[in-house]
């Protein structure tokens, strides 16, 4: 077999077999197929795409490059929740704390941004000291002792993704709903999951624009998740605008230890409420022989009810600081965002005109945010953790002409006026209030 062969095969449509693309994989992960010809792969599949079958070969080669992670003995559910990727979405950083105090354990396998995307790992790394990279057996203990773990793909967990997501990021080929799919999935199965929450991001901001698009993808990873014997829901969820208050890494992480102190916005409240419910309820039915059913207003309401009490009471926020603490971050930095990196250059961003936002759109911010050095643009590309959004107004509220809506951050100020411009290509103000947009689109469920 030749990789040549191989990406010519898929240049032209056909699908591969599963040898062939763990031929694929394992000779990447080796470095026996460079980075150039396993681009041009990448490339291949994004143009032509991959059937459902081929995603999930390529998942399994994936999760098969690295190890899954065994907690003998451990009590609870093993349950994660993974977004596809969006603009200010830290919704995993609120839930893994909250899940832990709640007597779940969450072992989140996951990944940096891609794309205008952020990612959970780039926010964590904002907090000083703190190690996003851990083995296996460290990530037990943390199971174990704290309840939770997030970690980044090494060299034992997740090489295979490791190496291609930052394949994929340099290479405008992180947006392809097959390589998406086996990303996540084959993560999620090195975790050793019971049951997985995905929050499949529907509009500018994710990699998927429209409803319909975005239910073939929830589809796809539904499935894998169900085959591979986690029980798997997938809530489709408006990402058109940002989420949210902050865009940028330390900023993101300012905002989650604010809501783990009681304090959200109302978006990142009701999804953050929403996505804890539906954990709950499959934690509660994950030994049932029937897959998950649809939750009603009542369970919803009670979950939710449920969740914030340990919110209000500080028990989410004491595991958050326990995490820090065991990746040898600064746990002070939870007391005190003033020890989370700070930008040395900051621009609030101006109405022109009198009216409400209608529209903020979330590709717009994410990209704007990117310019400023929250994202990257080359393989090995550090990021700034300082750089990113404010956003001051959100769709729907009102603004007066000159009145700053957002406020920029970051260590280069050369970015500030391209990073202005994209922002406000995105923001369109009207004289008429805007309908309220839904949050949760559609929930897909098994079979
Ligand atoms: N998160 C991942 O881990 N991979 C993707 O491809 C997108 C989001």
């Known amino acids: 077999m030749r990789a040549v062969d191989l990406i010519r095969k898929k240049r032209d449509g056909a699908a591969l077999a599963g040898e062939e693309i763990s031929f694929l994989v394992d000779n990447?992960?080796?470095?026996?197929?460079?980075?150039?010809?396993?681009s041009a792969f990448l490339m291949a599949v994004y143009n032509r795409g991959m059937t459902g079958e081929e995603t999930a070969r390529l998942t399994d080669a994936l999760a098969a490059g690295g190890g899954k992670l065994r907690l003998d003995g451990v009590q609870g559910v093993m349950i994660d929740k993974q977004s596809t990727g969006g603009v200010g979405d830290k919704t995993s950083i609120i839930l893994a704390p909250l899940m832990a105090a709640m007597g779940l354990k969450m072992p989140s396998i996951t990944g940096r941004g891609l794309g205008h995307t952020g990612g959970t790992i780039d926010k964590l790394a904002s907090i000083p000291g703190l190690r996003t990279e851990t083995t296996m057996a460290r990530m037990a203990d943390e199971i174990k002792s704290v309840g939770f773990s997030i970690c980044g793909q090494t060299d034992e967990i997740a090489p295979a993704?490791?190496?291609?997501?930052?394949?994929?990021?340099?290479?405008?080929?992180?947006?392809?709903?097959?390589?998406?799919?086996?990303?996540?999935?084959?993560?999620?199965?090195?975790?050793?999951?019971?049951?997985l929450v995905l929050d499949v991001k529907a509009g500018s901001g994710g990699f998927v624009r429209g409803l319909d698009e975005a239910r073939d993808l929830a589809r796809l990873m539904v499935g894998i998740g169900s085959g591979a014997g986690i029980k798997t829901v997938a809530l489709i969820t408006d990402m058109d605008?940002?989420?949210?208050?902050?865009?940028?890494?330390?900023?993101?992480?300012?905002?989650?230890?604010?809501?783990?102190?009681?304090?959200?916005?109302?978006?990142?409240?009701?999804?953050?409420?929403?996505?804890?419910?539906w954990m709950l309820h499959l934690a509660d039915t994950v030994s049932e022989e029937a897959p998950p059913q649809r939750i009603g207003e009542h369970l919803l309401k009670r979950y939710r009810d449920e969740s914030?009490?340990?919110?209000?009471?500080?028990?989410?926020?004491?595991?958050?600081?326990?995490?820090i603490d065991a990746r040898q971050g600064d746990p002070e930095a939870a007391f005190d965002a003033?020890?989370?990196?700070?930008?040395?250059?900051?621009?609030?961003v101006l109405s022109p005109w009198n009216g409400y936002i209608k529209?903020?759109?979330?590709?717009?911010?994410?990209?704007?945010?990117?310019?400023?050095?929250?994202?990257?643009?080359?393989?090995?590309?550090?990021?700034?953790?300082?750089?990113?959004?404010?956003?001051g107004k959100k769709p729907g509220d009102t603004v007066h002409a000159q009145e700053p809506f957002a406020t920029l951050y970051t260590n280069d100020p050369q970015t500030l006026a391209e990073a202005e411009e994209a922002l406000l290509s995105g923001v369109e103000i009207s004289d008429r209030e805007p309908p309220r947009?839904?949050?949760v689109l559609d929930v897909i469920l098994p079979g």
């Open 241 to 277: 605008a940002p989420f949210g208050r902050a865009v940028g890494n330390a900023l993101e992480m300012k905002e989650c230890i604010s809501a783990l102190k009681g304090r959200f916005a109302p978006d990142l409240l009701d999804l953050t409420m929403t996505l804890a419910a």
């Open 308 to 323: 914030w009490d340990y919110i209000e009471h500080g028990d989410a926020f004491k595991k958050f600081v326990e995490f």
């Open 28 to 38: 990447y992960l080796k470095g026996a197929v460079p980075d150039y010809q396993m």
């Open 338 to 348: 003033g020890r989370l990196p700070k930008a040395g250059h900051i621009k609030p």
């Open 161 to 195: 993704d490791g190496k291609l997501c930052a394949l994929r990021d340099a290479t405008a080929t992180a947006g392809s709903p097959s390589l998406i799919a086996a990303s996540i999935m084959s993560k999620k199965i090195s975790a050793g999951l019971d049951a």
């Open 437 to 439: 947009r839904r949050l």
């Open 359 to 391: 529209r903020m759109d979330a590709f717009a911010v994410g990209h704007a945010a990117m310019l400023l050095g929250a994202g990257r643009a080359r393989l090995g590309d550090e990021t700034d953790p300082a750089a990113g959004i404010i956003i």
